[in-house]
């Protein structure tokens, strides 16, 4: 797979057996996805509003699974566009977009890692500076509501 997941395991399966690779990264991505599980339920937000966090494990499974693919990220676009932080909304927004980029320079080993960086790096950039920008200067003022006659 083309997957972070899959790049990952290509790279164990030159140290380990191709048997072994496979089980180490979906034993690593099945405790990460548990870990996001088990923090997001325990928040204290979650018993009030669970989505936000269903979008966060969901993301979750799409950066460790490697099984992904392109429309897969469906389910996460229609939870982020209403539910997610706007950090979440804004990584997942920017990874439908370099998700299905192709760059593996003919399947070589650091054609997949060109592609895996540019695929979940210009995301995982957005997570990271999303929310990070203090807004300056004067506020919009909201809109009255209309007035009848």
């Known amino acids: 797979s083309s997957s972070l997941g899959g790049t990952v ?3 164990l399966g030159a140290v380990l057996s191709a048997d072994l690779a496979g089980w180490t990264v979906r034993l ?7 870990t996001v599980v088990l923090v997001v339920a325990r928040s204290p937000g979650f ?7 269903c979008a966060a494990a969901f993301a979750a499974y799409l950066t ?7 429309w897969h990220l469906i389910g996460l676009l229609a939870l982020a ?3 997610a932080s706007a950090r979440l909304r804004a ?3 920017v990874f439908s977009g370099t998700a299905p980029l192709t760059a593996s320079f003919g399947g070589s ?11 979940y790096g210009a995301p ?5 500076t999303t929310g990070a920008r203090r807004e300056t200067g004067r506020r919009a003022e909201r809109s009255r509501p209309p007035r009848r006659w």
């Open 91 to 93: 990584a997942a927004f």
């Open 81 to 83: 566009a209403v539910t």
């Open 64 to 70: 460790v699974t490697p099984w992904f693919l392109p």
């Open 28 to 34: 690593v991505g099945l405790l990460v996805v548990a």
């Open 109 to 119: 080993w650091w054609g997949r890692w060109i592609q895996t960086v540019l695929r």
């Open 47 to 53: 018993a009030r509003d669970p989505w936000p966090g």
């Open 124 to 128: 995982a950039l957005a997570w990271v």
């Open 9 to 11: 395991q290509t790279a």
